[in-house]
């Protein structure tokens, strides 16, 4: 219950908010002799000033009926007139809580209060404000619609609506952090999705305990299965086509109310090579791409590792020719092969590092002089070999190869160690890294999938869309991602698909 | 035991990963001369029947390890102390693969590094791997499965095109009659790797559908000994009888005779990468039976605890088992014909026999 006298009303809503001026009451008086004293309050810039003022103009203000005036002598008459009358906006409610209020005026709604009675009517007015929706910035496509995601919910889970018009796409939504209140929703496909899944989902947003929420990327790191991996075990999006693709394969969505990127979960390994482009170019030229994606997936990780090796253990293994070229280039140079790789590779680091936080407008300057002047000049001063700017090149661009960046930024870090490995144990040493880095992929589950399925547990049944893009034709059967109900957590249904 | 259940697919890729392990560099079966390969094939045959005796063992005890139905066959006065000395076996085959394994790499490409590091690096990945488990070594198993075919493929097929293989070298069959033939199954190539699968005894409680599981083990055991046999036969048809014999790892040689256009040359990376991985697979097998035997004889809640002791006590027993490669080969000839002998064939048997005597008595009041 609030307080009954719209006075003390309106002082607990003021002391509430410290006094702050962007709090905005008007009172107003509904007929005459005695009438009702009320008072509409809302937040200065969250809603829509002009709709409330032709809201009040229009619907609040106006002289009561003859009807109207004999129900407004009833026991809550009045906030039943004022309920129907706000009515003509949409979505007003009657409610006596003043958590919900306050949570209700900090989401843009507008709170009408009545003197005399113990509930307040809540109606959505809130202004909707926010970039339009633009071309996706870190998932480019060819050939393939070109929204994204925005920072507004209410926009992105639209924007996936609109591709999906099936009243089975449902949605449920969460605030989260004590004192940031997000917006989080989940969506899936009901029937499709596995609903312990979803449950799985549900109950780790709700044991989230945090004060505040900035980011998807806050929620992402919340709800993983492990903390200490450098491998993403919860994919993101920024575009509408991949996400409802995803929902479609009985994935959950989750859509954070400021961010563009929304989460995607369970997911795994060979996730991070596949876009959605794959499926709009010919199915063979899809299956082309990804070889690509997956061989530049390995010469990130380990290019500038074999070359260590090869030159400092394995001589034998190049060519002669190749081989006297490459220690004629190395006679003057005073590194071991190892510093000179890492050398270069923390000179690519900070490049790539000052590219991304330099404003546009200089960006252009950095890599011209990074990767044209310091590379050639580093050459010709006799600092490093012309072989390794090559190397270190082709690295870097290869890291790019890869549309997850999320697994992309992994590889990037894994690849020094992987230096380390090679300079002190040569090819055993990276074997050996191989073998580690493959064993904790194989330890890693998103949302109880294995990081690694399908490859291992081996299925053949699900090779179909993975490396290889058969074609839609023959894809009849929904891909079994989520390994089907009962597996979210347990193993019990899983051996059904192993071999 | 740990709650985790491995299919079918991962226990054979285990199976085959650990039946290439050291057997295809070492020189298996060369002592019959050219004809390795059949002494290879008859050991195939002994070790099939061999498995054939574990897996009737297991039937009778589906949940149970080797370690604890020798308690339930024998009593805990002799089953318990049995146990105990699997677990040093296991714990001795894991060093010895280690072992085989450094020397190797050091004599291969490693030549200025210490043993000691190398074994390292081996024993820590293999600590990791089993202390996440059975079902990550079994899944990690099914990838290198897949690279170990590929290295295979393309290691005949760069030995093919570069011409060097001559099928004359392998003639005659027979030349000098069975004897050495069979006498070298005996002594070697049905112990080595086959008679080793015991530890396999300690992993068949893991499986998830055992008739299914067993039938693509003995599938696998049987692909796993052609391909020993067709690399033995494809090493003398390469390098001749004579070098052949007298390289400690002929496959290593072998291989790097590949030369195409001069562009192409020294392969042997193929081979220390194929010895890596079976030899990865092979130690922590072995590893992985110790950790699992002493985890179910001393009733250890967790097996992740004694991961890291035993890897240490593998580490030590690797490096101080022999002074050198030559000794270490030595000392290798005679526990394949005493100790594997005695805990891969002769204790199996025994109990095999002892616990169908058990049946039977139950049987008839």
């Not at chain 1, 449902?170 to 209140?181: C, D, N, V, Y």
């Not at chain 1, 999705?193 to 305990?209: F, P, S, Y």
């Not at chain 1, 090679?422 to 064993?439: D, N, P, R």
């Not at chain 2, 220390?272 to 009733?299: E, H, N, P, S, W």
């Amino acid at each position: 219950m609030l307080q009954l006298d719209i006075g003390d009303a309106l002082d607990y809503v003021k002391q509430s908010f410290g006094g702050s001026p962007d709090v905005i009451v008007r009172i107003l008086q509904l007929g005459s002799h005695p009438g009702v004293r009320m008072a509409v309050v809302h937040i200065d810039g969250l809603t829509d000033k002009g709709k409330i003022n032709e809201f009040v103009a229009q619907s609040l203000l106006l002289a009561p009926s003859e009807e109207e005036l004999r129900s407004m002598d009833n026991q809550g008459g009045v906030l039943e007139v004022v309920l129907k009358r706000t009515s003509t906006v949409g979505d007003a409610k009657a409610c006596g809580d003043w958590n919900f209020i306050m949570h209700a005026l900090l989401s843009g709604d507008i709170v009408i209060l009545l003197d005399g009675s113990g509930e307040a009517i809540v109606a959505d007015l809130r202004k909707f404000e926010g970039r339009a929706v633009a071309e996706p910035t870190t998932e480019v496509t060819v050939r393939g619609p070109k929204d994204s995601f925005i920072e507004s919910i209410d926009a992105n889970i639209a924007l996936v609506r609109r591709r999906l018009k099936s009243v089975n796409l449902w949605l449920e939504t969460f605030a989260i952090g004590r004192i940031s209140k997000t917006d989080v929703a989940i969506l899936y496909i009901h029937g499709v999705a596995d609903n312990l899944l979803v449950q799985e989902v549900r109950n780790r947003l709700t044991d989230i305990k945090i004060e505040a929420i900035q980011g998807s990327g806050n929620i992402e790191e919340l709800i993983r299965d492990q903390t200490f991996t450098p491998f993403p075990t919860v994919f993101n999006t920024e575009r509408p086509d991949m996400a409802v693709a995803n929902l479609l394969e009985g994935r959950v969505a989750v859509i954070v109310d400021g961010t563009p990127f929304i989460l995607i979960a369970p997911t795994n390994f060979s996730q991070f090579f596949k876009t959605t482009e794959d499926y709009y170019q010919r199915f063979d030229f899809g299956f082309f791409m990804r070889i690509i994606r997956y061989f530049s997936f390995f010469v990130t990780l380990l290019l500038p590792s074999s070359y260590i090796a090869l030159t400092t253990f394995h001589h034998e293994m190049i060519p002669t020719v190749l081989v006297i070229n490459l220690l004629a280039q190395r006679e003057g140079i005073p590194f071991p092969a190892f510093f000179e790789a890492m050398l270069m590779e923390a000179a690519f680091e900070i490049m790539r590092e000052a590219g991304v936080r330099m404003p546009r407008a200089v960006g252009q300057a950095v890599s011209i002089v990074g990767a044209i002047v310091l590379g050639s000049a580093a050459v010709e001063a006799g600092v490093v070999t012309a072989m390794m700017v090559i190397i270190v090149s082709l690295t870097g661009i290869a890291s790019f190869a890869t549309p997850g960046i999320a697994l992309s930024n992994a590889v990037r870090m894994i690849r020094f160690p992987m230096m380390l490995l090679a300079s002190t144990f040569g090819f055993y040493g990276l074997m050996m890294g191989m073998i580690f880095l493959v064993a904790h992929m194989t330890s890693l589950k998103s949302f109880g999938v294995p990081y690694l399925y399908p490859f291992s547990p081996y299925d053949p049944w699900r090779q179909k869309d993975t490396i290889w893009r058969s074609p839609l034709k023959t894809a009849r059967t929904r891909p079994d991602l989520t390994m089907k109900q009962g597996t979210a957590r347990g193993d019990s249904e899983r051996e059904r698909h192993e071999t | 035991m740990e709650k985790a259940k491995i299919s079918p697919g991962q226990l054979a890729a285990l199976i085959f990963l650990f039946e290439m392990g050291t057997a295809l560099v070492v020189s298996l079966g060369l002592k019959a001369e050219k004809d390795a390969w059949l002494a290879i094939l008859l050991g195939l045959a002994g070790g099939m029947g061999l498995f054939g005796v574990y897996v009737s063992l297991y039937r009778q005890f589906p949940d149970h390890p080797l370690t604890s139905y020798v308690r339930i066959i024998l009593g805990r006065w002799i089953g318990w102390p049995l146990g105990l000395l699997y677990v040093l076996f296991f714990i001795y085959g894991a060093a010895r693969d280690l072992r085989d394994g450094a020397d190797l790499l050091i004599s291969s490409v490693l030549d200025q590094t210490p043993m000691i590091a190398v074994s390292s690096i081996m024993i820590l990945t293999t600590g990791y791997v089993l202390h996440k488990g059975i079902e990550v070594l079994a899944r990690t198993a099914q990838i290198y499965f897949a690279v170990l075919i590929i290295l295979g493929v393309l290691s005949n097929f760069l030995l093919a095109v570069s011409g060097v293989i001559d099928i004359d070298r392998l003639l005659p069959v027979l030349e000098k009659g069975w004897s050495p033939v069979i006498r070298t199954t005996l002594t070697q190539s049905f112990e080595f790797p086959f008679a080793e699968m015991i530890c396999f005894t300690m992993l068949l409680p893991y499986l998830n559908r055992p008739a299914k599981g067993i039938k693509l083990g003995m599938m696998t055991l049987l692909a796993g000994g052609l391909v020993l046999s067709f690399s033995s036969a494809m090493d003398i048809a390469v390098l001749g009888v004579d070098i052949a014999g007298r390289a400690t790892f002929p496959l290593l040689m072998a291989v790097s005779l590949v030369n195409i256009k001069e562009f192409i040359q020294r392969m042997d990376v193929l081979v220390v990468m194929t010895l890596i991985i079976g030899d990865f697979f092979k130690v922590a097998v072995f590893y992985y039976a110790a950790v699992q035997g002493a985890t179910d004889i001393f009733r250890i809640r967790d097996h992740r605890r004694l991961v890291y002791p035993i890897g240490l006590i593998i580490l030590f027993i690797s490096a101080i088992i022999a002074a050198n490669f030559s000794e270490h080969i030595e000392e290798g000839n005679f526990a394949l014909m005493t100790v594997f002998l005695l805990f891969g064939v002769v204790i199996p048997i025994v109990l095999w026999g002892a616990a169908w005597i058990r049946k039977a008595l139950r049987q008839s009041p």
